[in-house]
Nanobody
Framework: QVQLVESGGGLVQPGGSLRLSCAAS????????MGWFRQAPGKQRELVAS???????NYPDLVKGRFTISRDNAKNTVYLQMNSLKPEDTAVYYC???????????????WGQGTQVTVSP
């Protein structure tokens, strides 16, 4: 069984920074794309950042230049460094990973439980 466990959320003032971490554990053969999504109350879940297994990254315009995604393949962990945070960044942040658990099966999508990020004075 595969688990994604997030940490690092919390309350921060506008302009501040937070670093989220997400560690994958369990029966893992290979991890492909990893990423972070967020969902604010009353809104759809949206992509925040993604990273391929070889380190190529992708960001939507709303976070480009402020957020940085990285990963440590040896630790099966993905990180999200968030700088210059704004009140509109307030949301529950979810870790996502495409994971292959055995050599004979294709990859599946896995999600973390979510971590709350609140940006407020």
């Amino acid at each position: 069984q595969v688990q994604l466990v997030e940490s690092g959320g919390g309350l921060v003032q506008p302009g501040g920074s937070l670093r989220l971490s997400c560690a994958a554990s369990g029966r893992i053969f290979n991890i492909y794309d990893m990423g972070w999504f967020r969902q604010a109350p009353g809104k759809q879940r949206e992509l925040v950042a993604s990273i391929t297994s070889d380190g190529s990254t992708n960001y939507p315009d709303l976070v480009k230049g402020r957020f940085t995604i990285s990963r440590d393949n040896a630790k099966n962990t993905v990180y999200l460094q968030m700088n210059s945070l704004k009140p509109e960044d307030t949301a529950v942040y979810y870790c996502h990973a495409q994971i292959r658990v055995t050599i004979v099966r294709g990859s599946s999508d896995y999600w973390g439980q979510g971590t709350q990020v609140t940006v407020s004075p």
